[in-house]
């Protein structure tokens, strides 16, 4: 007699996740956080895969910006507000507020060092309350090196170009999901997700 399976060993999501790069995707209404030198690149890939406008939050006392023509290449730059924070407190405030509201399905902070505990969870609750307003806003944090308590997921891009350009994308942590990476690359003008190779052998 055959029985069906009601039970199996994979991560259920309540809601279907905003996907990127084509398989991947990220919980909605939650803080994830983005660290590495290409942050800023896998940031504008997740919001290219999105509609409606987004807001970019920056410390105002750093004098690096994205550089518009170079956002074109993967998304309309005329979708960013950018809001320049004066002070470090002010960051952790704008995010906040800026998801609670629920204008927006989309929030990027730059920050210049991984937030604590407390601020990841009064953002996590601030998307939840947002969700709350019709929309359900996605964070995304962006560090230099992580690695931000409270955060749903971690994801780490670094250039890896060899004779064709490409990065090294890494799944560090998930609620969901293993950890696991992808060689990513561009093909025919679009970005695509590849498995990494396998590991070489190591001679004894």
Request: hydrophobic residues 40%.
């Amino acid at each position: 007699m055959h029985h069906n399976v009601l039970l199996d060993r994979r991560p259920h999501r309540a809601t279907p996740g905003q996907p990127f790069l084509g398989r991947l995707e990220l919980a909605q209404a939650r803080v994830h956080e983005i660290c590495g030198p290409a942050r800023h690149t896998l940031a504008l890939l997740i919001a290219a895969g999105m509609q409606g406008p987004v807001i970019w939050v920056r410390p105002g006392w750093e004098g690096a910006r994205l550089h518009g023509p170079g956002m074109a290449q993967l998304m309309d730059p005329g979708r960013v507000v950018f809001v320049d924070a004066a002070r470090p407190v002010d960051l952790l405030w704008t995010l906040e507020e800026a998801l609670r509201s629920g204008a927006v399905p989309l929030v990027v902070g730059e920050l210049p060092d991984p937030p604590g505990l407390t601020p990841m969870r009064r953002m996590q609750l601030a998307c939840e309350a947002g969700a709350g307003q019709g929309t359900r806003p996605l964070g995304l944090i962006l560090t230099p090196e992580g690695v931000a308590p409270g955060a749903e997921s971690r994801w780490r891009m670094a250039p890896a170009h060899g004779a064709d350009e490409g990065w090294r994308l890494a799944r560090e942590r998930d609620r969901q999901e293993p950890p696991r990476s992808w060689q990513v690359g561009v093909k025919a003008g679009e970005f695509v997700l590849g498995a990494m190779p396998d590991p070489e052998p190591r001679l004894h």
